[in-house]
């Protein structure tokens, strides 16, 4: 009895947590485009590639799991090329996605800023168009961490505090040594819609659920976006910001699907399944059928029928008859006839 009560007691706790869990989930979505670019896992991206270039390419490839945007609604996920502009010693790294040849639509930029007493903040304000207003995160400040000495006899009393930093240390990270250094030169992608990097494949979108799960563990570096409703964080560069805020691109392509309501469609379960027949059944058909039925049928009935017959029927027929006939009938009539009429007279 008591083996029953501990199982079910067991079971009630696994099935809690899932649905405590699931909540949670949903309550970090924000029912918005901005959902299949977990722009926490873009930051921690950024701050460990060693160049921009680098940050640009493994954001785009499929191995790293971060980018599922699918703004043009074309079952792939976009190409998102990063574009800098500077100011002295601030930074504005814009993500962007081409829509189609003419229209651009900025995603989100990553503020890097330098202080008087250089010391270096960063942080991501995703697009207002796709994840709200507002949606402001940055690195947690860690704080300061005091071990005890296990072998330590005094007398006193050890007491060890844990007090919030005010200040979030960047300085080190590889992606903010290198843009402060000599050898920094202003990256500009070249690449545009239909023109993209050897290394960059299109590879189909997958549900928001898998893509939440798998990358959901990034947030517990950073903090700010909506998180229960209140975002405390401010801009900490508003000049670079205003600077961005006046060269921003919009696409009125993505804002008549999000009004449309395209992109909620977009994030159902079902997609994914739906969208990996469709890449395996256009290359596996049109290449099928137009290749193998032209050449086929073409060189095999045409040089075999026409040769075969016109050229053996004429040569066989016309040189054999005429020559044999009419040298043999003409030279010998005429010449015996006539003579015969004259004599009798």
Request: no cysteine; glycine share 2%.
């Given at each position: 009895m008591k083996l029953r009560i501990t199982l079910l007691m067991m079971a009630f706790f696994v099935s809690f947590s899932a649905i405590y869990a699931g909540n949670e989930e949903e309550s970090e979505l924000l029912n918005l485009p901005g959902d299949n670019l977990d722009l926490y896992a873009?930051?921690?991206?950024?701050?460990?590639?060693?160049?921009?270039?680098?940050?640009?390419?493994?954001?785009n490839k499929e191995e790293t799991g971060i980018n599922n945007l699918d703004l043009?609604?074309?079952?792939?996920?976009?190409?998102?090329?990063?574009?800098?502009?500077?100011?002295?010693?601030?930074?504005?790294?814009?993500?962007?996605?081409?829509?189609?040849?003419?229209?651009t639509q900025d995603?989100?930029?990553?503020?890097?800023?330098?202080?008087?007493?250089?010391?270096?903040?960063?942080?991501?304000?995703?697009?207002?168009?796709?994840?709200?207003?507002?949606?402001?995160?940055?690195p947690k400040a860690e704080a300061p961490s005091v071990t005890a000495n296990p072998a330590y006899s005094g007398a006193d009393t050890i007491v060890v505090k844990s007090e919030p930093a005010t200040v979030v240390i960047v300085e080190q990270e590889p992606i903010v040594q290198y843009v402060y250094?000599?050898?920094?030169?202003?990256?500009?992608?070249?690449?545009?819609?239909?023109?993209y990097p050897p290394y960059y494949h299109p590879y189909p979108v997958i549900s928001i659920n898998i893509y939440f799960g798998r990358n959901r563990y990034h947030h517990n570096r950073y903090h700010g976006g909506h998180r229960g409703g209140n975002n405390t964080i401010v801009i900490n560069n508003n000049n670079t910001y205003?600077?961005?805020?006046?060269t921003r691109n919009t696409s009125n392509t993505f804002n008549n699907n999000k009004s449309q309501g395209k992109y909620k469609q977009s994030n159902k379960a079902t997609r994914p399944a739906n969208k990996?027949?469709?890449?395996?059944?256009?290359?596996?058909?049109?290449?099928?059928?137009?290749?193998?039925?032209?050449?086929?049928?073409?060189?095999?009935?045409?040089?075999?029928?026409?040769?075969?017959?016109?050229?053996?029927?004429?040569?066989?027929?016309?040189?054999?008859?005429?020559?044999?006939?009419?040298?043999?009938?003409?030279?010998?009539?005429?010449?015996?006839?006539?003579?015969?009429?004259?004599?009798?007279?």
């Open positions: 873009v930051l921690d991206l950024f701050q460990k590639s060693k160049t921009i270039e680098e940050f640009e390419a493994d954001l043009d609604l074309d079952d792939e996920v976009d190409f998102i090329k990063v574009e800098t502009q500077q100011d002295k010693d601030d930074f504005a790294f814009v993500l962007q996605v081409d829509i189609s040849e003419k229209e995603v989100a930029v990553i503020l890097v800023s330098k202080d008087k007493e250089d010391k270096v903040s960063i942080q991501m304000v995703g697009d207002k168009d796709l994840y709200g207003k507002d949606y402001v995160i940055e250094s000599p050898v920094y030169v202003p990256y500009y992608p070249p690449y545009y819609y239909g023109y205003n600077n961005y805020n006046r990996d027949v469709k890449p395996s059944a256009k290359p596996a058909s049109k290449p099928a059928s137009k290749p193998s039925t032209k050449p086929a049928n073409k060189p095999t009935t045409r040089p075999a029928t026409k040769p075969s017959t016109q050229p053996a029927a004429k040569p066989a027929t016309r040189p054999a008859t005429a020559p044999a006939a009419r040298p043999a009938t003409m030279p010998a009539a005429k010449p015996a006839a006539k003579p015969a009429k004259r004599r009798n007279r």
